[in-house]
């Protein structure tokens, strides 16, 4: 006789004899969302089976349909929200269903806040196993709207320019970006408008032919717009009387550059960069400090929760003036910088040469003289520093998602500071590392996060950690 189906107490289906519909691809259940993953998609199961559903909340009810299934794993396509999540919110943006540049606007602003820091405590507790670490809540912004001061969109075939889609490498032609400043918009438009009127060859990543790559723009701290062309060859048509139309199109204009990006890979610049016109450089202040940004300059695109972020990481530094210290992933100075006001000295050691030139540029801006810059690898220059009698007292370190190769903190441990204060983007390499850091005798005091970008999934977080006998 054919079987029919049921559902049993509206989760899952099961046929008559209480067995379960095998999860295939194309099938459609009712499944309870009880999570969220790294990347903010919904976490429900299936006879203990993890299901992961983009657009699904906590404690949300939703019809899925199955599109991959793996060992240990399916994917679904969110069909239908059947009993809704108090903190489900309705997108603010035209272009969230498709494009990839956000993950929870479907989310309250302060449910994002609370599943934030809920992602630095799991990893805390499962990848780092560590415990009595007081991690709080975690520190939003009051307006999370138009924040970012950097745009790097791709142009794709008719020059359409703005976000891939989710999970593809389809471009999402896009006006306007509400989590970017409003100056990044009118960038956007204007080299738009103008490469239409000039017919620039969009660039295509499969037969490695056209010109025009990504759109750049960067806006400083007194609006000051900076326009960057990423292009695919150094010859660029008609240059002059291009910069003159985007001159008339952005009036206000301070700097635009071409940068060459002519290898055949997905990183978005390349080494080489032209000035068309204007300055070489914008400005942007946290703190009350200045700094020159080019184009190639990493830069936090939040300036505001920039400043929560290094406030909290010199907090945690607990300086009286009499310290030495080592900033061991420094960048073009800012955390140094930021620590130079209330330590007795600053060592910023970063091993991009151009980003050390535009630190000892910023340090000299700001008339700041006892921040000293190295070029280098950590793992080599901190040995030669405390060989050459360099004590420090505190070790700060913001290093990229992968975190830190063992070897470097195993170069922190060896120089015995009294605290580390590592700034993280990743919670799980940042509970890794911690791990480690326990071994080699180092205790994780207590964890801040902090949402640098609002409406992602992504997290940051500075941890106190001090050396096992120095008590706190």
């Not at 969109?153 to 490498?169: D, E, I, M, T, W």
């Not at 989590?179 to 103008?194: C, E, S």
């Not at 700094?291 to 290094?310: C, D, G, M």
């Not at 005798?441 to 801040?448: D, F, L, P």
């Amino acid at each position: 006789m054919h079987k029919k189906t049921i559902w049993n107490e509206k989760l899952g289906m099961r046929n008559e004899d209480g067995k379960s519909q095998l999860l295939t691809p194309n099938s459609k259940f009712l499944i309870e969302i009880s999570g969220l993953g790294s990347n903010g998609e919904g976490v429900g199961k299936f006879d203990g089976l993890a299901v992961f559903v983009e657009g699904a909340l906590p404690n949300e009810i939703v019809n899925v349909e199955i599109e991959t299934v793996k060992k240990n794993y399916a994917v679904g396509r969110l069909v239908e929200v059947v009993e809704k999540s108090s903190e489900r919110a309705e997108p603010f943006c035209p272009l969230y269903e498709t494009c990839g540049g956000c993950q929870l606007q479907h989310m309250n602003y302060s449910a994002q806040l609370k599943w934030k820091r809920q992602q630095v405590v799991d990893a805390i507790e499962r990848i780092g196993k560590l415990n009595g670490v007081a991690i709080s809540e975690t520190l939003g912004m009051e307006n999370p709207l138009r924040y970012r001061n950097k745009m790097q969109f791709p142009v794709g075939k008719n020059l359409r320019v703005g976000c891939y889609a989710r999970g593809s490498h389809k471009i999402i032609d896009t006006n306007s970006c509400l989590i970017q400043n409003a100056g990044n918009d009118r960038i956007l438009n204007a080299v738009k408008k103008v490469a239409q009127k000039f017919n620039l060859q969009p660039y295509d990543e499969d037969t490695h032919r056209g010109f025009l790559r990504h759109v750049m723009g960067r806006v400083g701290c007194d609006g000051e717009l900076m326009a960057v062309l990423v292009t695919a060859t150094e010859k660029f048509p008609a240059a002059k009387n291009f910069v003159r139309a985007l001159r008339n199109e952005l009036p206000d204009v301070t700097s635009i550059q071409q940068n060459v990006q002519t290898f055949r890979n997905n990183v978005i610049l390349g080494r080489d960069t032209k000035i068309l016109f204007g300055k070489p450089t914008i400005h942007d202040k946290i703190g009350g400090l200045k700094f020159n940004i080019s184009a190639r300059s990493f830069f936090q695109v939040n300036t505001a929760q920039a400043e929560v972020l290094y406030k909290t990481a010199l907090d945690f530094c607990e300086l009286h003036g009499r310290e030495t210290v080592i900033d061991a992933y420094c960048g073009t100075g800012t955390i140094s910088l930021f620590l130079a006001k209330k330590a007795r000295k600053v060592f910023g050691v970063e091993v991009v040469s151009s980003a050390i030139n535009d630190a000892k540029k910023n340090a000299r801006e700001n008339n700041i003289r006892n921040a000293e810059f190295i070029v280098g690898d950590a793992v080599k220059i901190l040995p030669k520093l405390f060989n050459a009698g360099i004590v420090a007292d505190v070790v700060v370190v913001d290093p990229p998602r992968a975190g830190c190769d063992k070897k470097v903190l195993e170069t922190f441990a060896a120089m015995r500071p009294e605290k580390i204060i590592y700034v993280s983007c990743n919670p799980a390499t940042l509970a890794r590392d911690l791990a480690i850091l326990n071994e080699l005798g180092y205790r994780t005091k207590k964890i801040q996060p902090v949402d640098m970008f609002p409406f992602t999934s992504h997290v940051e977080s500075v941890a106190q950690i001090f050396r096992t006998e120095v008590k706190p």
